[in-house]
Each structure stands twice: as structure tokens, then as C-alpha cells.
T-cell receptor, first 115, second 114 residues
Framework: DAGVIQSPRHEVTEMGQEVTLRCKPI?????LFWYRQTMMRGLELLIYFNNNVPIDDSGMPEDRFSAKMPNASFSTLKIQPSEPRDSAVYFC?????????????FGPGTRLTVL | AQKITQTQPGMFVQEKEAVTLDCTYDTSDPSYGLFWYKQPSSGEMIFLIYQGSYDQQNATEGRYSLNFQKARKSANLVISASQLGDSAMYFCAMINTGGFKTIFGAGTRLFVKA
């Protein structure tokens, strides 16, 4: 298995632009998580899905952030409009369901820089 | 509210020696799980070990063991026989087994000296 795939790996954009981050989970995993990592706030859970349905989006910082999972093999995290404080590494992770102690497999992350 | 605390921002250890990374947690849920992840400088997150709140024995995975003291709400990671490749950031995390929301500690950066 190729593992969790994220694209792009690096994104540099200007303030006010729309940014879309993409994630392909491991086949067969029915949970998908989006995290953000910054020096100031550490690793934060933004939102997670179960069977393509958003379960908990309480970590989404504000309305500029939105996430979708149109099918079991694809998810997007969109920021519109982007701001410099959104600069961070965004991780996607997937997990098989049924037991919470199943390991979350992380993607390589997308390093976002908003100028 | 759930909380994970890692009080050691940085740690140094001599190669081949053992090192303990501290983690304390706070939760009112009786059922939860505790994880440790490693993040090398390349940035990926690597799962190391898991401990469930009802597990009677401490978890072990190769050179990694988790010193779980439930009454003290601590879940320290012990790395035996440190290697240069162990130099990385280490995160303690907790999951509520009633759901799948995971919270992470601030991390401890480990430096292994030759």
C-alpha cells in the first residue's frame, strides 16, 4: 500500500487566495483526520470523518476553513481566503474503525506558506 | 477537558543509554487510549506504541516501552539502548475511546549524542 497520500507537499500562496489541500487515505480505512501543526499551537485536530461523514469539526478554526470527503478515497481541506496565520504543516491521517486503539497512519504533510 | 502535558521541551541522552520521556494526561473518561508518535526532522509522524486505559500490562514494542501509571495519570515512554536515529520529536497523544478525537502534547525533542 502506498500509505496516505497528500498533495501538494508544499504550497506557497498570497494572502487572500484560495488554497485546497488534498488527501487520499489508505484503502479500507474508514476514518480520516485533518491536523494542523504549528510551532505555537503544536498538533491540532481540525476535523475527522467516518465513512465520508464529518463527525467532529470543532477544531476548525473559523469559517474560512472547510473540509469535504466526497468518497472513501478522497478528501479536501480548503481555506478561502487564506491568511498569513494559516501558515503551517497540514497532515491528513487515516485509520481503520471499530477500535480506537488502531493506529492512525499519517501522510507526509503539506507545508503551507501564506505570504 | 482532556489534556496532555509533556514538560520536557528537550532531552539529551548518550548513545546506548536508556531515556524516559514524560507524559501526563487528564481526562474524566474511564475509557481512553494513549499513544506515542515520533516525528523525525523529515516531518512524518511515526506510530511507536499504544496503551489502553484498561490494559493490565505496560505496552512494549521492541526498544520502546510505556510506563503506564494510571493512578498518577502518567504514560512515560522509555527508549532503551538509544540510537542516533532516535533523535527526533516525540509526541504523546490521547484518544477518547468513546469517539476518535485525538489530542497531542507539545512534544519533547530528543537529542542522542554519539
Amino acid at each position: 500500500d502506498a500509505g496516505v497520500i497528500q498533495s501538494p507537499r508544499h504550497e506557497v500562496t498570497e494572502m487572500g487566495q484560495e488554497v485546497t489541500l488534498r488527501c487520499k487515505p489508505i484503502s479500507g480505512h474508514d476514518y480520516l483526520f485533518w491536523y494542523r501543526q504549528t510551532m505555537m499551537r503544536g498538533l491540532e485536530l481540525l476535523i475527522y470523518f467516518n465513512n465520508n461523514v464529518p463527525i467532529d469539526d470543532s477544531g476548525m478554526p473559523e469559517d474560512r476553513f472547510s473540509a469535504k470527503m466526497p468518497n472513501a478515497s478522497f478528501s479536501t481541506l480548503k481555506i478561502q481566503p487564506s491568511e498569513p496565520r494559516d501558515s503551517a504543516v497540514y497532515f491528513c491521517a487515516s485509520q481503520t474503525g471499530g477500535r480506537a486503539y488502531n493506529e492512525q497512519f499519517f501522510g507526509p504533510g503539506t507545508r503551507l506558506t501564506v505570504l | 477537558a482532556q489534556k496532555i502535558t509533556q514538560t520536557q521541551p528537550g532531552m539529551f541522552v548518550q548513545e546506548k543509554e536508556a531515556v524516559t520521556l514524560d507524559c501526563t494526561y487528564d481526562t474524566s473518561d474511564p475509557s481512553y487510549g494513549l499513544f506515542w508518535y515520533k516525528q523525525p526532522s523529515s516531518g512524518e509522524m511515526i506510530f511507536l506504541i499504544y496503551q489502553g486505559s484498561y490494559d493490565q500490562q505496560n505496552a512494549t514494542e521492541g526498544r520502546y516501552s510505556l510506563n503506564f501509571q494510571k493512578a498518577r495519570k502518567s504514560a512515560n515512554l522509555v527508549i532503551s539502548a538509544s540510537q542516533l536515529g532516535d533523535s527526533a520529536m516525540y509526541f504523546c497523544a490521547m484518544i477518547n475511546t468513546g469517539g476518535f478525537k485525538t489530542i497531542f502534547g507539545a512534544g519533547t525533542r530528543l537529542f542522542v549524542k554519539a
